[in-house]
């Protein structure tokens, strides 16, 4: 049987388990196991789970666990809500400023915790109904929380950069500083939108009223004085110092980044016992047992995952469809372009952790021949499938966000979040034009 | 209809799957020693994953402070995080934690959806289990030929094949009794 019959039987195969429903992990498996049992040496049997142990036991790999700890810690405590109403107290006079507020708390926050549904719940658990109650429509407090959270697998310590460097064997430490120009860059597109709409709400609640409607909350000021102002900081500078700090031990050469991952770990623990005395085991418990849950779903499809590329990759199916993108000479930026289609696409169904390291093996290499840069490529992909984020029918955020929220109805939080995906477009074609916004940073730090 | 905005498991819940102890007396003894075996492995785990951060903690420290560099630090840590990660496999299916595509649940009756979520988990089951024995037939190799890392340090290779062999039966067997428990008859009923 030709490669090509037995990659669209792969294929098919893999769609066919995956939309019954089944695990994810254990489709992948199963899927690898049957075309082993067909197509591979009987003896390829008897080392596949040696292949998973050794997959997984990668210590790079095995710093999501404790990156997840560390986020659980910071999520599971009021730490979400404190950054939240400090920064609103300083932005209050800035037009759109609580807006503005939710979006710089969830770019915070994601970069303590490193986790896209955890920023979400964390920072819009006291967002939305701020917002909703300041006059906010239900809709654009929804998208600018769902949105805001899609920061978590942008910037560091992001998971996706985990495992693209793992995928792309590209320097972890170099995704993690490109990934931070083009966060700041969501973070200001985000920002400008949210003072551009409430200005357009903010006309019409005053036109319905200037005509005699309802006063729209939006119309009422609320000024904090400069001492209520500073009485916010104590709470949240020793997150930020956290913050700071582990960045400074990753990038000073002082621990890898799964030392960095163990430290942010039992720092983050070690904070929320110390500020909100959280220290008992009845309250650690939950923390703990909740990222091992995590863990333990993600770790498994990552496994599974890796199994699957290497049945594919050993039956010369990646490295047939790589050939196959190559010589259909496409333009660099039309393969681009059809890749991170491909990409959205997988993004409707599958988490960032499978998209990645399914599609590695085939992606690459045309990428690699069309001259991209794997650090900037790495950047561009974790933006689009931030994207798979906060769209149905995978929208893990939209679903935080309907816990958060339930009665803001699905319809609403979908059309809130619409402006923010075509801004999320708006930043990947920006970084084509400019590659230099991810790659300047990690080439200046690190060297090329 | 559930757009797919559903966490894992949550449509199988809603269909009461996991609801109800098996009505047959080797399942119902099964699934109280399997949640018993369960709590006690996500207990272990919780004090692993501390214990992880600990060693990789004290690895910077040892480095910077002492000036003794740890050659066994990772592979400690790879050992309990990998150990707790299977050994946790089964607690999280019994909460129906493993992700899947639930897509198609909104399409498809109650009575269709419990079925396609019964033949999953015997899907599941098959997989579990075969990836079990050949676990086992990996724990008996690195037992029996002495299989260590390949570091300096070279700790044993049982332990991690012991820890990756013992997860994935207990996910099996908790597999066995969720295939041996659907409430399929709620659709008759």
Sequence with gaps: MSVEIVGILYGLGTLLLMFTGMPIAFALGSIAILFMMFFMPHSALDTVTQNVYEEMSSITLLSIPLFILKGAAIGKSRAGADLYLAIHAWLGKVPGGLGIANVLACALFAAMAGSSPATCSAIGSAGIPEMRARGYSPGFAAGIIAAGGTLGILLPPSITMILFSVAAEVSLGKLFLAALGPGVLLVFLFSSYAAWNFKREYRHALGVYQDGGVKSAYLDDTVLTFKEKTAMLPRVLPFVTLLIGVMLALYGGYATPSETAGLGGLLALALIAIIYKVWRPSQMAPIISSTLKESTMLMFIIGMSLLYSYVMSYLHISQSAAEWLVTMHLSRWVLLASILLFVVVLGFFLPPVSIILMTAPIILPPLRAAGFDFIWFGVVMTIVMEMGLIHPPMGLNIFVIKSVAPDIPLKDVVWGIIPFVLLMMLAVVLLCVFPQMATFFPNWALGT | ?189
């Design chain 2, 1 to 189: 209809m559930s757009h797919g905005v559903d966490l894992p498991g949550a449509v199988a819940k809603r269909l009461g799957f996991n609801s109800e102890a098996p009505r047959w007396f080797l399942p119902r003894l099964m699934n109280v020693a399997l949640t018993r075996i369960n709590r006690l492995v996500v207990t272990l785990s919780m004090l692993a994953m501390l214990g992880s951060c600990a060693v990789l903690t004290s690895g910077v420290v040892m480095r910077y402070f002492f000036k003794t560099p740890t050659d066994w630090q990772d592979e400690i840590s790879m050992f309990l995080l990998v150990g707790s990660i299977f050994m946790c496999g089964a607690a999280v299916q019994a909460q129906r934690g493993h992700l899947g595509i639930e897509a198609i649940a909104g399409y498809l009756s109650p009575a269709a959806n419990r079925w396609r979520i019964w033949v999953c988990d015997i899907l599941s089951l098959l997989f579990c289990g075969f990836f079990s024995w050949k676990s086992w037939t990996l724990l008996y190799e690195a037992w029996s030929e002495g299989m260590t890392t390949s570091s300096t340090w070279a700790p044993p290779l049982w332990i991690p094949y012991g820890l990756m062999a013992l997860g994935i039966t207990l996910l099996t067997l908790q597999l066995l009794i969720q295939v041996l428990n659907p409430p399929l008859h709620k659709t008759l009923s």
